[in-house]
């Protein structure tokens, strides 16, 4: 399928082009999408923001929304909150990657200040004590199931050396609790000489 | 080093530092999130750890708004802002500069190793979180036997994750846990 325009339509840059390249979003457009996906994204952002983004507004193709995650994944910080910065500012540049950011990041943000005033107020509440309980019991098997499900790949192709890292960092952030950065300076180096050896090894 | 002072600039210079050592997203950084406001600077106790990861993982949003009420319990309306910002603006502008910067350049070797050697060390620090959590949260035997139930229901099914929180919450009104 060509997405070439027709030659009639290329002498004017303000006819509205029709179907999937829709013009690009404006600053509230940015804004507002991020703020509905961020605010229907109970136990994690990134299936409502794929959703949004491909499938409802058709911003980006599925392999464009996957290599600008995959940007974001390896960058530190919040992967989604950096994703949101880096999709706005392809439409509108600097200003559309703020809109969007404030449009992921400041909705939630109010509404987790509401529950930070209510918690501070009611924490001690027995009922609501016994409830929370329950809850964080729940949230840190759901973290568990989550590196479960990471660590699959990584299982099923039984090569020693990153779980032997992954065991050490485990070790050393879970058991030793040594600081986050002392390790990671540690095991990055590590991870990449010992990645970078691997991938040569099985090219040759 | 005395940050006791303010407590705004000791919440900012610790989430933005935090930030750029959060590989694998804001869950793999809760060690760190637990040791400097727990054992460090005794922000919150264990339990009240345990309780916020609780609420930032019911609240809808980005995960990361766990430090938005580490915040609060800091300095209120104002810290809940500083932290938020803090953990979120540097790294989100980072990626914004590195993706204009690699423009042009995809497929290129380096970012595909960097990230496959980062996949090991985030699911270690994963893991890590859920031992830390897990030790403030899951103090008798039931509460254990309800994480393992938890993990193996969202392990093998396909059931909205805000099911089995809400599940939880009400095993823990009955009292249960």
Request: charged letters at 10%.
């Amino acid at each position: 399928m060509s997405l070439d325009s027709p030659p009639a339509a290329s002498s004017g840059s303000d006819i509205p082009q029709v179907a999937i390249e829709a013009s690009p979003p404006g600053l509230i457009a940015l804004f507002f999408a991020f703020a509905k996906m961020s605010l229907a994204g109970f136990g994690g952002v990134l299936p409502f923001a794929r959703r949004a983004i491909v499938e409802q507004h058709r911003w980006m193709s599925a392999d464009e929304f996957n290599e600008t995650f995959a940007l974001c994944h390896f960058l530190p910080g919040p992967n989604i909150v950096n994703l949101s910065f880096v999709f706005g500012s392809r439409f509108r540049g600097l200003k559309g990657g703020l809109a969007a950011f404030l449009g992921l990041v400041g909705p939630p943000m109010v509404l987790v200040m509401g529950l930070a005033a209510l918690y501070a107020h009611f924490g001690d509440i027995p009922v609501l004590r016994r409830v929370l309980a329950g809850i964080s019991c729940a949230a840190v098997g759901l973290l568990v199931a989550t590196v479960f499900r990471m660590m699959m790949p990584l299982l099923k192709r039984r090569e020693l050396p990153p779980l032997v890292l992954m065991v050490a960092v485990f070790a050393a952030i879970g058991l030793a609790r040594w600081p986050l950065q002392i390790v990671l300076l540690a095991a990055i180096p590590i991870s990449l000489a010992v990645t970078f050896l691997m991938q040569k090894r099985a090219a040759s | 080093m005395n940050t006791d002072g303010n407590p705004i600039w000791a919440l900012v210079a610790t989430f933005g530092l935090m930030s750029l050592f959060a590989v694998g997203g804001a869950n793999a950084a809760i060690p760190e999130m637990h040791r400097i406001a727990v054992d460090v600077h005794h922000w919150l106790t264990d339990k009240q750890f345990a309780d916020v990861f609780a609420i930032s993982q019911l609240s809808p949003g980005p995960n990361v708004l766990i430090v938005t009420l580490i915040g609060y319990a800091v300095a209120g309306l104002t810290g809940a802002f500083a932290a938020t910002i803090a953990m979120c603006l540097p790294t989100a502008v980072l990626a914004y500069v590195v993706s204009g910067l690699l423009k042009g350049s995809t497929g290129a070797r380096w970012p595909s190793l960097i990230r496959t050697s980062l996949v090991p060390l985030s699911i270690g620090l994963m893991g890590a979180s859920a031992l830390v959590v897990g030790q403030a949260a899951d103090g008798t035997w039931a509460a254990v036997v309800l994480t393992l139930a938890a993990a193996a229901l969202a392990f093998a099914t396909k059931v909205n994750p805000l099911w089995i929180l809400l599940a939880g919450g009400c095993l823990g009104l009955v009292g249960l846990v």
